[in-house]
């Protein structure tokens, strides 16, 4: 076969005194790398993706994965990934596919932006010894309650609210399909959101029967696809997802190639052993805002009312299209940042198409605010939410939860390699591969996964402390606790932001 | 929706009375409590509002205005001349002060809205918060101190003694009396950022600072209103106005929305109970007043006072009889009713409700 | 004995007073006509007892070391913040805030106190600050209590009431508090343990207790009639996993 002419990224070596020959870095690989070599390991380092797996599976510490230093003569306009996607394209004719969020370094608009904290004129208040509520309720809410006074002078409600979804704290995890993940990661998704009392999302590729005792904790999702979609699936979780499209990749479908199909994702999915489960780009019954409020009240129906959300990528019209959504009767519209994350999406779509989620939550917060429909949905916002402060920042950009994945994926040991869409995950997450997906054991990893939530609550509670608030609806659209740094004035105003020393 | 203001902040502290057969007690009294707490206020602003001090003209909207500007005045007259039928224009009576070297012009007006301009369905009450509004937000040197019926607030930079002799508080009789002393800590000096904040029948004294002001102004600003003072009192006023008189929601119930309850209370009450305050919280999440606050709020019929969840303002009341004493010291109710029935330090965002009978 | 008036004196004007009888070497003073007056007896030295008529300001005995004093009606917020020892006896209630961070001495309450009392109270072997209150408490009773010792009798309640509000011992790391009546474990913070007095902690609430009825001219052994719970920090270092490092 012709060398690519790419040259490796990574450059995987062994010391071979150290080396004791145990072979255990080539059982972890799930690329291939290393080889015995009858008596020593063999390295094929143009397959090796930087996953760490093998790192830290060596007992002896012999392996050390390097950025190759063999690059292209540096220049400022053509970048070494320029170069080398030209030729690999060039090899194979093909559209470079990629996994997780895009790595290019645009703003992140998070990290100019700094919280608020009490000094004397009111105070900051203990988290950890005095109350402090995180408990968020998303759906539907009335502009005004009524209420009666019964005899014994305790008010009841005069009418029923809208459903709600109860979240013990304003994170939730991001839809992620089984198929796109092994049954044992969504495991893991489902025994810690059970066990932090917030939800985690079926995506697009049905519910295995496995996740049926964490109902009370999950989303289904409906897409383009619609995989696995039946009245017993819609009923299933606490709401129903539409999604329309994401972050990652918005306006284009989904592709679930053959090799991630195994017999189980494909009884979830209801399609064949296999194929190909090709998402479309576009729901086909829904052409127009019209069409979606029919397919919303289609699936209210068929749950007897349970809420219905609406997933959107974050794109420049954003505002004008999650008011439209509002009022097409969604009670959730679940924002998708562009740096958001995915199974497999074009390099050049991930990279190019969308805006960033800050400016989404300001611009959709205020649009239906000023529309006076702010109360009709919750906001959930997601793509690149990396710590709880970036949580915080985007509650008080006027989110109501934010929606975490590959913050979750890297609990169960992700390094961000970014080579998902190749369904050889060495950690046994984005994988079919029975012999990689053994060895994510759903209690062990779950354990890891609720640590992080416990830990995001926590820190949750300090900030809310420090800036006084002992309930995080008040931190909910409290832009005037924010301010930026390194920020222009128009970027300001389009985030209701003042500039930090205003 | 302008994000760029600079909040007000300022401690305090504040006192008030009600006596629920309508007897009405001279403005010395009130003067007598708020004296007490000096030591609270910093002498840069101080306040008093009252309730059943025109009896003659309780069935007119008494409109308190501040000229920072007297050329403002034909402009803001002739809007009020053509809307409103106008039955009496007067300047406040004052005195003169010795520390009190300059003062806006200060007048006050009877009126009623001409029939004519109610025609389109809208009420009263809503037409002339739309008047308080453009005049305070709009005009620019003129500022409407307060416009309820048969109710009125006098309020200015000055310590509460200066203050009070100024408007010659002593020379008013009312059934409801809320005083403030301030502590601002930035800007001093305009007389229309005191207190009380009145709107309607609303006058709010409140001492705090409210930490979820951001995220309040915003969710008021959805339902028109236009926060021009920037201060917590302002807001306050504006939530119970949205909560009580357009909601129709009970004051015990705006006050469990304004100091909401812990969850962990709510979880435990009995279910339909549960299921109201849930829903409650679930809908007014943005109307809660999270931070240090209490709050005493008069209205036509009655007052009101109210700390926050975790208590970090003081609060004590007293009864005697028909009266009903709130304020930020128990000193300062005594000194004015120095032997109570009973007196007591409610717990937290547990309202204390008077009403008149 | 002396004998003040402090009706129209600033706090400053009435603690320059009594600073100076307490100087002259007076024994017995009393203030008549008290009411508001902040800081009264505020680091104040000696062994003085001082009775006041009235309703005392806030921060009453801050840092006092010694001196007792007597408040014939209700005491309001702040008293007894870091108080050092010495003696506040209240006939009626007391506000928020009592005895914050006491490093030791008494405070006796007859009434209810309000939210946040003996709050991070601290206490060596030899220095043990004590509050005893006679009637009910509001929520972060004991909150981060270190040392010393609070004691809540609830005397005019009826069997089976709760005395102490929400958060009760919430960050309780040292001490004991001891609740003659029931204790809702729901109230207490995660932090802290319930359990029986034994004899020496009997001892500790005999000998404060006894304290407390000579101040009010109540028998002890009526006191002592209904038992007791002890509530005590359940570990040393409740919040040692919360951080990563
Ligand atoms: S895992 Fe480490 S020690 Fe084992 S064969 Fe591979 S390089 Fe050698
Ligand atoms: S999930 Fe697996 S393949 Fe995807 S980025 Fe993480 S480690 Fe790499």
């Known amino acids: 076969m012709f060398k690519s002419l790419a040259p490796p990224e990574y450059l995987a070596t062994i010391d071979t005194v150290k080396c004791i020959r145990c072979k255990r870095c080539i059982l972890n690989c799930g690329w291939g790398v290393y080889s015995w070599g009858g008596d020593k390991v063999l390295i094929a380092t143009s397959k090796c993706v930087k996953c760490l797996r093998c790192y830290h599976y060596c007992p002896e510490e012999a392996i050390q994965i390097h950025d190759n230093p063999t690059r292209f003569k540096a220049n400022a306009c053509w970048g070494y990934n320029n170069i080398r996607n030209i030729k690999r394209q060039a090899e194979s004719g093909g559209i470079p596919l990629t996994g997780m969020g895009s790595d290019l370094p645009y703003p992140i608009l998070f990290d100019n932006l700094l919280i608020d904290a009490c000094q004397v004129t009111n105070p900051s208040i203990d988290p950890l010894r005095e109350p402090m509520e995180l408990r968020t309720y998303l759906g539907k809410k009335p502009s005004s309650v009524s209420f009666v006074d019964d005899k014994d002078g305790h008010v009841r409600l005069k009418e029923k609210m809208p459903p709600q979804i109860k979240l013990s704290m304003p994170v939730m995890f991001s839809p992620m399909s089984f198929g796109s993940i092994s049954l044992n990661a969504q495991k893991v998704l489902a025994i810690a959101a059970k066990e932090c009392g917030i939800v985690m999302n079926t995506g697009e590729g049905g519910l295995h029967e496995d996740l049926f005792p964490y109902r009370e904790n999950i989303i289904v999702q409906v897409a383009s696809g619609r995989f696995g979609v039946n009245p017993d699936y819609l009923n299933a979780g606490v709401a129903v997802e539409i999604k329309i499209g994401q972050g990652a990749k918005p306006g284009i479908g989904g592709h679930l190639p053959g090799e991630k199909i195994p017999l189980e994702v494909a009884r979830a999915r209801m399609i064949p052993v296999g194929t190909d489960a090709l998402s479309p780009a576009p729901q086909h019954d829904i052409y127009s805002i019209e069409d979606l409020r029919q397919l919303i009240y289609a699936i209210k129906e068929a749950t007897n009312y349970k809420p219905v959300s609406v997933k959107i990528a974050a794109v420049h019209n954003v505002a004008a299209i999650a008011s439209g959504i509002v009022r097409a009767g969604a009670d959730i519209v679940y924002l998708d940042g562009f740096r958001g994350g995915t199974g497999a999406a074009p390099t050049i779509i991930r990279d190019h198409l969308g805006i960033p989620i800050e400016h989404a939550i300001a611009a959709v917060d205020d649009r239906l605010r000023q529309e006076g429909i702010r109360n009709e949905a919750s906001i959930i916002a997601a793509g690149g939410i990396r710590s709880s402060a970036d949580a915080a920042k985007a509650i008080a950009l006027g989110a109501d939860a934010v929606a975490i994945a590959t913050t979750a994926l890297i609990t169960m040991g992700c390094t961000v390699c970014g080579k998902c869409y190749t369904g050889n995950c060495s950690w046994g997450i984005t994988t079919q591969r029975p012999e990689l997906t053994a060895r994510l054991d759903p209690e062990v990893y779950a354990e890891r996964l609720i640590n992080l939530v416990h830990a995001w609550e926590h820190e949750l509670k300090e900030i809310l402390g420090a800036l006084g608030i002992n309930a995080i609806e008040s931190l909910r659209g409290n832009r005037e606790r924010l301010r930026g740094v390194g920020l222009d004035t128009q970027t300001l105003d389009i985030l209701g932001v003042k500039p930090a020393g205003r | 929706m302008n994000h760029n203001y600079q909040k007000d902040i300022s401690g305090c502290g504040l006192t008030g009375l009600i006596n629920k057969k309508r007897r009405r007690v001279s403005g010395s009294e009130i003067v007598k409590s708020l004296c007490l707490m000096n030591d609270r206020g910093n002498g840069l602003g101080a306040g008093y509002a009252a309730y059943g001090i025109y009896p003659d003209m309780a069935d007119f909207y008494a409109f308190h205005v501040m000229y920072d500007d007297p050329g403002m005045r034909h402009e803001v007259e002739d809007h009020l001349r053509g809307n409103y039928h106008v039955e009496k224009t007067e300047e406040i009576p004052t005195a003169p002060v010795k520390a009190i070297h300059i003062s806006p012009l200060l007048m006050r007006y009877f009126v009623r809205p001409l029939k004519e301009r109610l025609a389109g369905g809208i009420g009263s009450d809503d037409y002339v918060v739309n008047t308080v509004m453009r005049i305070n937000s709009e005009s620019g040197g003129a500022f409407v101190f307060s416009s309820g019926k048969n109710m009125g607030t006098f309020k200015g930079v000055g310590n509460p003694a200066d203050i009070a002799r100024f408007f010659r508080i002593e020379e008013y009789e009312g059934y409801i009396w809320t005083a403030h002393t301030r502590f601002p800590t930035n800007t001093p000096g305009w007389w229309g950022g005191a207190h009380p904040f009145a709107l309607l029948d609303w006058s709010i004294v409140h001492n705090g600072e409210i930490s979820s002001y951001g995220i309040n102004k915003r969710y008021l600003e959805m339902y028109g209103y236009k926060l021009t003072l920037l201060t917590d009192t302002e807001a306050a006023a504006y939530m119970l106005d949205l909560l009580i008189r357009r909601h129709g929601i009970t004051v015990k119930t705006a006050c469990q929305a304004l100091a909401a309850p812990f969850w962990k209370r709510i979880d435990a009450m009995p279910e339909a109970e549960k299921e109201a305050l849930t829903a409650l919280r679930q809908t007014y999440g943005s109307a809660l007043l999270n931070g240090p606050f209490s709050i005493l709020f008069g209205h036509a019929k009655g007052l009101v006072g109210i700390n926050d969840r975790i208590k970090l303002r003081p609060l004590v009341a007293a009864t005697h009889g028909a009266f009903t004493y709130m304020a930020s010291e128990e000193s300062a109710i005594r000194e004015i009713c120095p032997k109570p029935d009973k007196v007591w330090s409610p717990r937290a965002g547990e309202p204390v409700i008077a009403e008149l009978e | ?245």
Request: proline fraction near 3%; charged fraction near 25%; charge should be neutral.
């Open chain 3, 1 to 245: 004995m002396t004998e003040i008036n402090a009706k129209g004196l600033r706090f400053k004007e009435l603690n320059e007073k009594i600073r100076a009888a307490v100087a002259k070497g007076e024994k017995e003073i009393t203030v008549k006509g008290v009411n508001g007056q902040y800081y009264i007896g505020d680091g104040l030295r000696g062994t003085a007892t001082i009775a006041l008529d009235g309703v005392p300001g806030n921060d009453l005995a801050a840092f006092m070391d010694g001196p007792t004093i007597v408040i014939s009606g209700n005491a309001q917020d702040n008293i007894g913040n870091t108080m050092n020892s010495g003696r506040v006896v209240v006939k009626g209630s007391a506000g928020d805030v009592l005895g914050y961070g006491m490093r030791g001495g008494r405070i006796h309450v007859l009434g209810d106190v309000g939210y946040r009392v003996g709050i991070h109270m601290k206490g060596l072997k030899k220095q043990s600050p004590t509050i005893v209150v006679g009637g009910k408490a509001g929520d972060f009773f004991g909150e981060y209590m270190a040392g010393g010792v609070l004691i809540l009798l609830g005397l005019n309640e009826k069997d089976g009431a709760t005395l102490a509000g929400d958060y009760l011992g919430t960050g309780m790391h040292g001490g004991a508090i001891y609740i003659r009546g029931a204790v809702d474990k729901g109230f207490c913070g995660a932090e802290v343990g319930i359990t029986e007095p034994d004899a020496e902690d009997l001892a500790t609430i005999k000998e404060a207790v006894g304290e407390f009825c000579k101040d009010f001219g109540l028998k002890p052994e009526e006191v002592m009639k209904k038992p007791f719970k002890k509530l005590y920090p359940a570990s040393l270092r409740p919040y040692g996993n919360l951080y990563a490092y």
